[in-house]
């Protein structure tokens, strides 16, 4: 079984073929990073007309990569969502387009079933499992008792991971996207500036990160007007701490209280080294649970991931029309 993989719902234009659910045979990305860096982030005009431009490039080297033929293809998977619409809208009508002009089966995935389907690229996956999703959008962890089946047990009540981590680093003149750049500067810094963690009610998977990015703002205003002159890499450092305190400490809690067999780490923020650091001492030690990090490539946004959540829901025999439409907000809960 062959799956083509078409993903377009941010900045990522990318298409990708996936043998049987975990293996890739091409895998394609074209960023646009470098289009939206001028604008602090991603402009939804200019991510739709990229989208366009590049499409066809990235999907017709993916073909050429894996040496296959529409006639070898069991399925095509898209992002239906959540993303942005426009973005998500060139994926799904070139996919409709192949789809219809081919006669190949459709199906609409998840962004996020994909991020965590990532981890099966790596390891075939062990039921019951835990998902820790951060992305840029995203920060929750996912419950799943078997393949297709996503249940969030906690998420965040404001800023996703990503986003502080861009905010935060926008603060600091950082470029975008901020994420790798406080990554690299928290390696060389001290995590001496006391910043609060957003632990909520006892017992909650929820996070809220909106806090942090405040009082990391509000620390470097106080200094500034008292003329003392912060390290931004002990204000990375300090920052990162936080974050990485929060996401292992409730991850550590959550894989306790539903016995899990496996723990997945996925999305972009997966890419941070501090992060894969604190989960790997806290589990590696731990026979009960089996860690899963996928590489750097396949923590942001990818078509390998899409195309091997594709595979299963295929294999459940989800199919999508073409009516398959655009859905901003696409919930993991909902029709998987
Ligand atoms: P979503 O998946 O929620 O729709 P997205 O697809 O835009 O959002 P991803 O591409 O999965 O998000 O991840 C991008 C985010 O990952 C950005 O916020 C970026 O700053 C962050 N990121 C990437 N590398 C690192 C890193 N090393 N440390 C921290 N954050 C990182
Ligand atoms: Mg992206
Ligand atoms: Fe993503």
């Known amino acids: 079984q062959y799956i083509l993989g078409i993903e377009t719902s941010c900045d990522e234009t990318a298409a990708a073929i996936v ?16 289009s939206h860096k001028r604008f602090g982030g991603v402009v939804p005009e200019i ?8 499409l066809t490039i990235v999907f017709e080297e993916a073909m050429k990569q894996a040496e296959l033929s529409f006639e070898d293809i069991s399925a095509i998977a898209v ?5 942005l619409v426009g973005a998500l809208l060139t994926g ?26 990532a981890n099966r690229l790596i390891k075939e996956l062990e039921f019951p499992l835990l998902a820790l999703v951060v992305s840029g959008g995203h920060t929750e962890l996912v419950y799943m008792k078997e393949h297709g089946n996503f249940k969030v047990i ?59 990015k405040s009082a990391v703002i509000n620390t470097l205003h106080n200094a500034k007007q008292k003329g003392i ?13 936080s974050v990485v305190d929060v996401l292992v400490t409730k991850t550590t809690q959550a894989v306790e209280k539903y016995k899990v067999k496996q723990l997945l780490l996925a999305g972009g923020v997966a890419a941070n080294k501090g992060l894969r650091a604190a989960l790997e001492k ?15 490539s396949l923590c942001t946004d990818n078509a390998a991931m899409i195309a091997a959540a594709g595979s299963i829901l295929f294999d459940k025999g989800m199919r999508s029309d073409l009516a398959l439409n655009a859905n901003p907000g696409l919930e993991l809960n909902s029709s998987y």
Do not use: C, M
Request: no cysteine; charged share 20%; hydrophobic share 40%.
């Open 19 to 34: 043998k049987n659910g975990r293996e890739i045979v091409a895998n394609v990305v074209a960023s646009q990073i470098e």
């Open 47 to 54: 991510a739709s007309r990229h989208h366009v431009e590049q």
């Open 79 to 83: 992002t239906e969502g959540p993303g």
């Open 92 to 117: 799904i009508n070139a996919a409709k387009a192949l789809a219809f002009s081919h006669s190949i089966p459709l199906v609409g995935v998840h962004h996020i079933a994909g991020h965590i389907y």
């Open 154 to 212: 906690g998420e965040t009540l404001d800023d996703a991971a990503g986003e502080a981590y861009d905010k935060v680093a926008r603060t600091i003149g950082l470029p975008y996207p901020g994420g790798p750049h406080i990554d690299r500067l928290a390696h060389e810094g001290q995590a001496t500036i006391d910043l609060p963690r957003a632990w909520l009610s006892e017992g909650s998977f929820d996070f809220s990160f909106s806090g942090l």
């Open 229 to 241: 002159e912060l390290d931004p890499k002990d204000v990375a450092a300090s920052f990162q701490a």
């Open 282 to 296: 806290e589990f590696s030690q731990k026979d009960e649970v089996e860690l899963i990090i996928p590489p750097l």
